[in-house]
């Protein structure tokens, strides 16, 4: 049973930083495709970012390139997301998610297995 849980959450000032972590279990954490959404309240959930099994390759939505970024630690089977910058309109829950398909762009949520229970970020302005 994969399990993954995120952690690292919370309410921060404009212009802020939060580092996200999420730890999975259950699985061989080193070959899937790690990825992090986020659903503000009444939208739906979109992509921010996703790192690749070898952490070779990275992608980030738009809105958010520059100021996060996605890192993982195999040996320690964890996902990071560094948030900085930080705005207002980044308030959601954000979601951490493993994908075991081995070719995709991995920026739906219908390409992930695997998905935690969501940890909230809340950003005052």
């Known amino acids: 049973q994969v399990q993954l849980v995120e952690s690292g959450g919370g309410l921060v000032q404009a212009g802020g930083s939060l580092r996200l972590s999420c730890a999975a279990s259950?699985?061989?954490?080193?070959?899937?495709?790690m990825g992090w959404f986020r659903q503000a309240p009444g939208k739906e959930r979109v992509f921010v970012a996703r790192?690749?099994?070898?952490?070779?390759?990275?992608l980030y939505a738009d809105s958010v390139k520059g100021r996060f970024t996605i890192s993982r630690d195999n040996a320690k089977n964890t996902v990071y997301l560094q948030m900085n910058s930080l705005k207002p309109e980044d308030t959601a829950v954000y979601y951490c998610?493993?994908?075991?398909?081995?070719?995709?762009?991995?920026?739906?949520?219908?390409?992930?297995?695997?998905w935690g229970q969501g940890t909230q970020v809340t950003v005052s302005s």
């Open positions: 790192i690749t099994w070898s952490s070779s390759s990275t």
């Open positions: 998610a493993a994908a075991s398909k081995v070719i995709g762009l991995w920026r739906a949520p219908d390409e992930y297995d695997y």
């Open positions: 259950g699985c061989t954490f080193s070959r899937y495709t």
